[in-house]
């Protein structure tokens, strides 16, 4: 079975660039994450969607974050302007439902450096 | 809320060697537990997982781990450590409400020398 698929693996682009990370969770998942990994603040927890419904974005930190998902298949992160200390590892994740009893299932990552 | 420690940030063992990463976790009632494995350049793999029954399990790559409630503890072991098993590992608590998603330690980072 596929795994959840993201991308692009690796993304340089210039500060006050859109940045645009794909996510493509596991057929009949339910429930979508993003996560952002850094040396300094280790894996946060940004966005969670379930039923392609946006739960609790608490963990955007600016508004120049935006997630969407219009559809079961298919989720965007977007960074619009995109700044340095965006730089970070993001992942997406996937669960059957969104309760803490699923475990949730990894992609391998986007691996983002802003110039 | 559920909460979870890894009071260990980097440990390093012998190739060969016994290893145990300790997590503690804080929730009122029976928690959901896990662990993940995240090797360098790739996402985090799921280990192994409690839900219920037999306080110990056995995951994937050799690892078990134990859960004793009485300790608040969910310490990841194996008993003979090999080099690739270098990797950061992470500690996860979940509960049964509802849409609250798994807490995550900030993770145990393994080196393997030989």
């Known amino acids: 079975d596929a795994g959840v698929i993201q991308s692009p693996r690796h993304e340089v682009t210039e500060m006050g660039q859109e940045v645009t990370l794909r996510c493509k969770p596991i057929?009949?998942?339910?429930?979508l994450f993003w996560y952002r990994q850094t040396m300094m603040r280790g894996l946060e927890l940004l966005i969670y969607?379930?039923?392609?419904?946006?739960?609790?974005d608490s963990g955007m930190p600016e508004d120049r974050f935006s997630a969407k998902m219009p559809n079961a298949s298919f989720s965007t992160l977007k960074i619009q302007p995109s700044e340095p200390r965006d730089s970070a590892v993001y992942f997406c994740?996937?669960?059957?439902?969104?309760?803490?009893?699923?475990?949730?299932?990894f992609g391998d990552g986007t691996r983002l450096s802003i110039l | 809320a559920q909460s979870v420690t890894q009071p260990d940030i980097h440990i390093t063992v012998s190739e060969g060697a016994s290893l145990e990463l300790r997590c503690n976790y804080s929730?009122?009632?029976?928690?959901?537990l896990f662990w993940y494995v995240q090797s360098p350049g790739q996402g985090l793999q799921l280990l192994l997982k409690?839900?219920?029954?037999?306080?110990l399990v056995q995951g994937i790559k050799g690892f078990e781990a134990e859960f004793k409630r009485s300790q608040s503890s969910f310490n990841l072991r194996k008993p003979s450590v090999h080099w690739s098993d270098a990797a950061e590992y992470f500690c996860?608590?979940?509960?049964?409400?509802?849409?609250?998603?798994?807490?995550f330690g900030k993770g145990t980072r393994l080196s393997v020398i030989a």
């Open positions: 969607f379930n039923n392609n419904v946006p739960i609790d």
């Open positions: 409690y839900f219920s029954g037999d306080t």
């Open positions: 057929s009949g998942h339910n429930s």
């Open positions: 996860a608590v979940g509960s049964d409400s509802g849409n609250t998603p798994l807490v």
């Open positions: 994740a996937s669960s059957l439902e969104a309760g803490g009893n699923q475990p949730q299932h």
């Open positions: 929730y009122g009632a029976t928690p959901y």
